[in-house]
T-cell receptor, first 114, second 115 residues
Framework: EAGVAQSPRYKIIEKRQSVAFWCNPI?????LYWYQQILGQGPKLLIQ????????DSQLPKDRFSAERLKGVDSTLKIQPAKLEDSAVYLC????????????FGPGTRLTVT | AQTVTQSQPEMSVQEAETVTLSCTYD???????LFWYKQPPSRQMILVIR??????QNATENRFSVNFQKAAKSFSLKISDSQLGDTAMYFC????????????FGTGTSLTVIP
């Protein structure tokens, strides 16, 4: 079974630029999560999708962050414009409630904003 | 709001010894899951063990076991016979069971196994 795929793995941009991250979850997993993990901290949920609908985006800075999950499969997370404090690892995870809610994580995208 | 607290930022253990990582959480929910995830250096986060809140029996997975104290809202992870491959960040996570099943993670404990 293929795991959660993310790209790119690394990205360096200047502040005020835009960036997009892509995630392909495990086939059949209805729930998809985007997390922000700042160095030395635990993952913070940004947005959660159930199929192509948003379940929770209460911690998503909506003035600069956006996310979509078209057709309930792949998802993209965008930051526009980026700030220095957006430097972090962005993790994508997917889960299937039938599997006791275990989340499967991708390798993450390490974003550096200079 | 749910909060998860891991009070030990760093820990170390000698190879083959036993170590316990602490986690406490705060919730008014009754129906929830608790998890320990492991994040090795430069590698993906993987599940170590899960506990369903309605189960009184502590979960066990090979060398990993938990001490789940529901009334005290405590969920510690015990690693027996520590191995070098156990060196990683360990995150405690809480999931409330509802239509959203949102996850909340602690700040992590960095465990180093010393040869």
């Amino acid at each position: 079974e293929a795991g959660v795929a993310q790209s790119p793995r690394y990205k360096i941009i200047e502040k005020r630029q835009s960036v997009a991250f892509w995630c392909n979850p495990i086939s059949g997993h209805a729930t998809l999560y985007w997390y922000q993990q700042i160095l030395g901290q635990g993952p913070k949920l940004l947005i959660q999708f159930q199929n192509n609908g948003v379940v929770d985006d209460s911690q998503l800075p909506k003035d600069r962050f956006s996310a979509e999950r078209l057709k309930g499969v792949d998802s993209t997370l965008k930051i526009q414009p980026a700030k220095l404090e957006d430097s972090a690892v962005y993790l994508c995870a997917s889960s299937d409630p039938g599997l006791n809610y275990e989340q499967y994580f991708g390798p993450g995208t390490r974003l550096t904003v200079t | 709001a749910q909060t998860v607290t891991q009070s030990q930022p760093e820990m170390s253990v000698q190879e083959a010894e036993t170590v316990t990582l602490s986690c406490t959480y705060d919730t008014s929910e009754n129906n929830y899951y608790l998890f320990w995830y492991k994040q090795p250096p430069s590698r993906q986060m993987i599940l170590v063990i899960r506990q369903e809140a309605y189960k009184q029996q502590n979960a066990t997975e090979n060398r990993f076991s938990v001490n789940f104290q529901k009334a005290a809202k405590s969920f510690s992870l015990k690693i027996s016979d520590s191995q070098l491959g156990d060196t990683a960040m360990y995150f405690c996570a809480f999931m409330k069971r509802n239509t959203g099943n949102q996850f909340y993670f602690g700040t992590g404990t960095s465990l180093t196994v010393i040869p």
